[in-house]
């Protein structure tokens, strides 16, 4: 099972970016999907999150109004559209997938690193 993060690299504030997910190994139709991150030297933090019938979605703050996340489950892949990025933003971006379980993700994806120039 893996879950294979794309579509990071360096842009100026004010920038876009569009990250990819593609997971294989299994569905993750029935997973609410999401988007952590971490910047360096501090712990990783909730960024969004989807559910598995896509009808719902939860941003952190720092995130609403800016970012967009969405899935494609026939692609087993989802998406976050980052826009008016900020230098605060610079962090190794995750996805993530929970399957509903106490004890917290179930699956974690490889990271790409966003850089925000100021």
């Known amino acids: 099972v893996q879950l294979q993060a794309s579509g990071g690299g360096l842009v100026q504030a004010g920038g876009s970016l569009r990250l990819s997910c593609a997971a294989s190994?299994?569905?993750?139709?029935?997973?609410?999907m999401g988007w952590f991150r971490q910047a360096p030297g501090k712990e990783r933090e909730f960024v969004t999150a989807?559910?598995?019938?896509?009808?719902?979605?939860y941003y952190a703050d720092s995130a609403k109004g800016r970012f967009t996340i969405s899935r494609d489950s026939p692609k087993n892949s989802i998406y976050l559209q980052m826009n008016s990025l900020k230098p605060e933003d610079t962090a190794v971006y995750y996805c993530?997938?929970?399957?509903?379980?106490?004890?917290?993700?179930?699956?974690w994806g490889t990271g790409t690193l966003v850089t925000v120039s100021s």
């Open positions: 993530s997938a929970w399957g509903g379980s106490l004890s917290g993700i179930d699956y």
């Open positions: 190994g299994r569905s993750f139709s029935r997973y609410t």
């Open positions: 989807i559910s598995w019938s896509g009808d719902k979605t």
